[in-house]
């Protein structure tokens, strides 16, 4: 799947604005993360084996970690396209 632009800003954001990702996922999960937790990213790219014995990649929008007091998962996609494709690719990463 292309990205289109929407996708794009959306990735920067998250890379270069790591800062507001604390007071998001507060507010989103309610959560109550102080902002001094450490957030790791896992690699955004992942090879799917197909039938035929090829690898076909994907790449997610964002899929980290936090880490306080406990450590907690989480997977981040953005899609601006109507269809119903991001189950699917939720799946797919995180199987």
């Known amino acids: 799947m292309p990205n289109t632009p ?5 990735r920067t954001l998250l890379n270069d604005c790591r800062h507001l990702i604390i007071p998001v996922i507060n507010e989103i999960f309610g959560e109550n993360y102080i902002g001094t937790e450490k957030i790791i990213f896992s ?4 090879f799917l084996n197909q039938q035929d014995g090829d690898e076909q990649e994907r790449i997610t929008d964002t899929s980290f970690k936090i880490i306080g007091t406990k450590e907690k998962k989480y997977h981040w996609e ?5 269809d119903s494709s991001m189950l699917v690719r939720f799946f797919e990463y995180d199987a």
Not at 78 to 82: D, E, K, L
């Open 43 to 46: 690699p955004n790219e992942h």
């Open 78 to 82: 953005c899609q601006s396209t109507p």
């Open 6 to 10: 929407y996708d794009d800003v959306f």
